[in-house]
């Protein structure tokens, strides 16, 4: 990497990671394309999984009282087999055809963000297995499953502090998987992936505590049409990139 991108992708980590600490989620969704501007795929989607790895440890610490420990454990056995069978779209599947449906699967979501579509009434319980195959699937690919999980469990709990700290519980035990199966599939065998992770832990950390403390200050539909506004501009630039 030269300097300039060594600059960029702090930039990245550090936008990433305060939006995650604001509204606990995001961090994937905003680095991966916009990291993937500029590097391989294969290096990116490792590389946040640590991250992300790593603040959902942090964030789901914090607030462990607060997870609604029965919503995440819906979510888990399907989640379990998306991530396997998107780790092996991962490592067999072309470099523009991944770019461009990540591209669109960005896509939708911001203009979910941006429209703040968000139902009032509970939906029922037996959507995680759609939500959670998709996210586990989707992460295991992208390093960016949180969309259907999101949108479910927005349905679920009405609270966003509680819904934060589940969110993080979430992503921690689903990530704790994905580290796993990138082992097995040998995308974590690069001594690159581990090495930047460690340099990028400082800034991702500071980014995350300063995203805690806006926390409060926000109202979570301005989060997240902040967020859809900066999907919309990481899907276009990614479908610029699959079709240079």
Do not use: C
């Not at 989640?79 to 449906?101: D, K």
């Not at 963000?113 to 509970?122: H, I, T, V």
């Amino acid at each position: 990497m030269e300097v300039w991108q060594y600059a960029t992708a702090t930039a990245i980590v550090v936008l990433a990671y305060f939006i995650r600490g604001i509204a606990g989620f995001g961090s994937g969704l905003v680095a991966v394309p916009l990291l993937a501007l500029f590097l391989p795929l294969t290096f990116v989607v490792p590389l946040i999984l640590l991250l992300d790895f790593t603040a959902s440890l942090v964030m789901g610490g914090l607030d462990l009282k607060r997870v609604q420990w029965r919503e995440v454990g819906m979510l888990i056995p399907f989640s379990l087999i998306g991530v396997i069978v998107g780790t092996q779209l991962l490592v067999n599947l072309p470099l523009t055809p991944m770019l461009l449906i990540l591209a669109a699967f960005i896509f939708v979501f911001a203009v979910r963000s941006l429209l703040n579509l968000k139902g009032e009434k509970p939906v029922s319980a037996w959507w995680a297995i759609p939500a959670s195959f998709t996210g586990g699937t989707v992460g295991g690919l992208f390093g960016t499953g949180g969309p259907p999980y999101v949108i479910y469990l927005n349905h679920r709990i009405q609270d966003k502090t509680l819904l934060r700290a589940t969110f993080s519980a979430l992503f921690f035990i689903e990530g704790a998987v994905r580290i796993a199966t990138f082992f097995i599939a040998g995308l974590l065998m690069a001594q690159t992936v581990w090495w930047n992770a460690l340099f990028a832990l400082p800034v991702m950390l500071g980014a995350l505590w300063v995203g805690g403390h806006v926390h409060t200050g926000l109202t979570q539909t301005h989060m997240t049409r902040l967020i859809g506004v900066l999907l919309l501009l990481a899907s276009v630039s990614l479908t610029l990139k699959a079709l240079n």
